[in-house]
């Protein structure tokens, strides 16, 4: 896993072996972040259920202004602190050694994010949880954008009555990624 662009540009970033985390291949990752890109430049960047920090990572590298990096799997967490250290992108980013929501509660209030990226584990429903959490926290500028990173059949019946609407829905051959905003007012 490398960094695809920016001041980072290809070097190699370490993650965990096994399948405690899924690291986004490169070619999904290079995807993603062709669409975001336009929104990317001194954007407030958060990384939930971050792994060994590659998307935040990524973030930083193309002009993000700030990444917050909430992991809560230890040895992931030293992963990214690693990471972040190798790529000199430490400056810029706030790492979260906690599950997300409780992460969620203890940014309430002191922070507000232009983009939030999620992927958490499948199956689990822990991106209904993060979702209902932002439709009526403060954490959210008003033009927020939200990646969710999940399997193929995972479903969003629900956003709607949580005051959401998918901007853009992108499948790959085991995942998609779905951008999310809240309905304009």
Known sequence: MRVIAGSAKRLQLKSLEGLETRPTTDRIKETLFNILQPYLCDCEFLDLFSGSGGIGIEALSRGAKE?????KNPRAMEYIKDNLTYTKLDRQAVVMGTDALSALHRMEGSKRFDIVFMDPPYQNELEKQVLEYLATSTLLNEEAIIIVEASL???????????????????????????IEKKKA
Do not use: M, P, Q
């Open 67 to 71: 990444a917050v990096f909430v992991e």
């Open 153 to 179: 059949d995972t479903d969003f019946s629900y956003l709607g009555d949580l005051g959401y609407i998918i901007d853009k829905e992108k499948k790959y051959k085991t995942n998609k990624h779905l951008f």
